[in-house]
């Protein structure tokens, strides 16, 4: 979970332009600057003596400030998203090799914590946005994307601590505020049994610190080994059976029996209901 404090203007930008795509921010650096700049030198237009435009004024002065300043920290931001993209693809491996007692799934930060499962989503296919760090998250470390569908994560590193109830419930409440599809809870330890019972059914996927050191051990090449000069494979075609996009297990069609999507159907793990995993039947390759 996030921690509170205060933040400037220039935090705050800064922050926002780390967390978009690089070539985003530079976007937004070019495009503030033409706007805030073209507007900045623009001809003055003539002014009443007797009613001064203040407002007008005001705008102008404001973009005579800002034409260097926004552009600036969004070209910068550009910089620290792709260092951002190198540090956590380098805390994922740190992790999965286990090449440092610091970098042990309980050794690291709470934030690198974040950052790792926000990894492990990546890497699944996820569309992946990190709303927690410096500011409230109302109970929501990351938000998820696969096609049109959102799902939301909460993420707690309690190394003594089983979670319970009470954040499952929580969190529910959260996933249906936001009109999420579904809901992913990642925890570094274990579950209560009243925790699990009330995830069943309601489409939050419980990650408990063995199943997410699973993700981590199996990324892709995790089990390849360098010997000579790499040799060319040739990618095995798409299966026609969608994998679970949680837990790499085979999907089947189901028909949705309750909710908004009555009578709709979708691919489900076929481990259900130990596993929620869901795709949109109609998004998926063939």
């Known amino acids: ?38 507007y900045a030198t623009s001809p003055i237009p003539p002014v009443d003596p007797h009613r001064p435009d203040m407002t007008g004024a005001m705008f102008r002065g404001l973009a005579m400030a800002f034409q260097y300043f926004v552009p600036f920290i969004f070209a910068l931001g550009a ?3 792709i260092a951002g993209r190198a540090k956590r693809k ?28 926000g990894e492990a989503f990546r890497r699944k296919g996820f569309s992946v946005t990190e709303r927690g760090g410096n500011g409230p998250d109302g109970g929501v470390d990351l938000e998820l994307r696969l096609g049109t569908d959102k799902y939301l994560v909460q993420c707690k590193q309690w190394k003594a ?17 936001e009109g999420a599809a579904g809901g992913f809870i990642v925890i570094s330890g274990t579950y ?29 090449g995790a089990s390849q080994t360098s010997t000579g000069s790499p ?24 028909t949705a029996k ?21 795709r949109q039947l109609e998004k998926l390759p063939v």
């Not at 921690?3 to 203007?9: A, D, E, G, I, N």
């Not at 990650?207 to 699973?214: R, T």
Request: glycine content about 6%; aromatic content about 12%; some cysteine.
């Open 258 to 278: 309750r909710g908004l999507k009555l009578g709709s159907q979708f691919w489900g793990c076929s481990q259900y209901p130990t596993c929620k995993g869901i």
């Open 90 to 117: 380098k805390l994922f491996k740190d992790v999965a090799e286990a090449t440092q007692p610091a970098k042990t799934l309980d050794g690291i930060s709470w934030r690198e914590f974040e950052l790792l499962v």
């Open 161 to 177: 601590l089983k979670v319970g109830v009470t954040v499952v419930r929580e969190f529910f409440g959260v996933m249906a505020a």
């Open 79 to 81: 910089v620290g998203s």
């Open 192 to 220: 209560t049994e009243e925790a699990k019972a009330f995830a069943q059914g309601r489409n939050i996927q419980l990650i408990d610190g063995a199943l997410l050191k699973h993700w981590i051990a199996n990324r892709p």
């Open 231 to 254: 040799q060319y494979v040739k990618p095995k075609p798409q299966p026609t059976i969608p994998l679970c996009p949680v837990c790499s297990a085979s999907m089947v069609v189901r």
């Open 1 to 38: 979970m996030a921690r509170r404090r205060k933040t400037s203007l220039f935090d705050d930008l800064f922050t926002l332009a780390t967390l978009l795509p690089w070539w985003v921010s530079l976007l937004v650096a070019f495009v503030s600057w033409y706007l805030l700049h073209g």
